[in-house]
């Protein structure tokens, strides 16, 4: 059974900085590569912020570049987002799934709000 949960969202000011977690289950975090994803305000396309593969390559977003960093602990099952430099764009709901096709499970998401 395929499970996502993540956390860490919240209200932050420009310029400051949130780290994410996600929990998955072993069935999908051992298999994939993972990712994080955002749906930002008013969008239903959700866009791949950041990607890690079991190797341990990553790949960014252009927007994102230089201000966040993907993580995994494979000993937890689970994928971290360090986000720095936050902008009022980074608006969004973010989720993590498989990496770089995600899986047609979502889970609830976690909201960060970039706003003074």
């Known amino acids: 059974q395929v499970q996502l949960v993540e956390s860490g969202g919240g209200l932050v000011q420009p310029g400051g900085s949130l780290r994410l977690s996600c929990a998955a289950s072993?069935?999908?975090?051992?298999?994939?590569?993972m990712g994080w994803y955002r749906q930002a305000p008013g969008r239903k396309q959700r866009n791949l912020v950041a990607?890690?593969?079991?190797?341990?390559?990553?790949n960014y977003a252009d927007s994102v570049k230089g201000r966040f960093t993907i993580s995994r602990d494979n000993a937890k099952n689970t994928v971290y987002l360090q986000m720095n430099s936050l902008k009022p764009e980074d608006t969004a709901v973010y989720y993590c799934?498989?990496?770089?096709?995600?899986?047609?499970?979502w889970g609830q998401g976690t909201q960060v709000t970039v706003s003074s």
């Open positions: 799934n498989a990496f770089p096709a995600p899986t047609d499970y």
């Open positions: 072993r069935s999908i975090f051992s298999i994939y590569g």
């Open positions: 990607g890690i593969i079991s190797g341990g390559r990553t």
